[in-house]
């Protein structure tokens, strides 16, 4: 990792899951949220001095948070790096084999652990997408509705167009989740 730190590199192959990497992880969406979560904030937009406290608080908010998900992403990919390396006869990582390749390594209780965090990051890309729609109805379109029908429009907008996917096709989730992710990165 210290090598790929200093001189980056991406292997043969390997460009769908780079940009995918950077869609996953740095989300813009979550970026774009967390500014229109600081709007929220009571700044008398007059008094210099409050202004640059709340940019800093904004900075350390956000950097604290690339800065968890960075790590979080880095234990996965050197998790599964390893495995990968002393197990080269199944290269075929992915969302689907995943699991397995945690319970083989460290148990089958990994596996659960693993579930969950999908689970977790599933709920969490859909909420701050959701609400990064939210405000971008009311901000840049200037489309008011009542709180419960954009809830209602918003949620709709995330979940059906996901579950109308799962339900289509099963066999190619890694490869959507690759493209979502890209899209994500773009």
Same mark, same amino acid.
């Given at each position: 990792?210290?090598?790929?730190?200093?001189?980056?590199?991406?292997?043969?192959?390997?460009?769908?899951?780079?940009?995918?990497?950077?869609?996953?992880?740095?989300?813009?969406?979550?970026?774009?949220?967390?500014?229109?979560?600081?709007?929220?904030?009571?700044?008398?937009?007059?008094?210099?001095?409050?202004?640059?406290?709340?940019?800093?608080?904004?900075?350390?908010?956000?950097?604290?948070?690339?800065?968890?998900?960075?790590?979080?992403?880095?234990?996965?990919?050197?998790?599964?790096?390893?495995?990968?390396?002393?197990?080269?006869?199944?290269?075929?990582?992915?969302?689907?084999?995943?699991?397995?390749?945690?319970?083989? =390594?460290?148990?089958?209780?990994? *596996?659960?652990?693993?579930?969950?965090?999908?689970?977790?990051? /599933? *709920?969490?890309?859909?909420?701050? /997408?959701?609400?990064?729609? *939210?405000?971008?109805?009311? /901000?840049?379109?200037?489309?008011?509705?009542?709180?419960?029908?954009?809830?209602?429009?918003?949620?709709?907008?995330?979940?059906?167009?996901?579950?109308?996917?799962?339900?289509?096709?099963?066999?190619?989730? =890694?490869?959507?989740?690759?493209?979502?992710?890209? =899209? *994500?990165?773009?």
């Amino acid at each position: 990792m210290a090598i790929g730190t200093v001189y980056p590199h991406v292997p043969v192959g390997a460009w769908s899951a780079a940009l995918g990497l950077i869609g996953a992880v740095i989300m813009p969406h979550n970026l774009y949220l967390h500014s229109s979560l600081v709007l929220s904030r009571k700044v008398d937009p007059t008094n210099k001095k409050k202004v640059n406290e709340a940019n800093i608080y904004n900075s350390i908010e956000s950097g604290i948070s690339l800065t968890i998900s960075f790590l979080i992403s880095a234990c996965i990919i050197t998790t599964f790096a390893a495995y990968a390396a002393a197990n080269p006869e199944e290269l075929n990582l992915d969302l689907q084999t995943a699991s397995s390749a945690l319970a083989k =390594t460290f148990g089958n209780a990994s *596996q659960y652990i693993w579930a969950v965090g999908l689970l977790a990051a /599933g *709920q969490s890309s859909t909420m701050t /997408g959701t609400y990064a729609g *939210q405000f971008v109805m009311e /901000g840049f379109l200037d489309f008011k509705l009542p709180v419960w029908k954009r809830v209602l429009l918003t949620r709709a907008i995330a979940i059906v167009p996901a579950l109308s996917v799962v339900f289509y096709n099963f066999d190619t989730l =890694t490869n959507i989740d690759t493209l979502l992710n890209i =899209t *994500q990165s773009i």
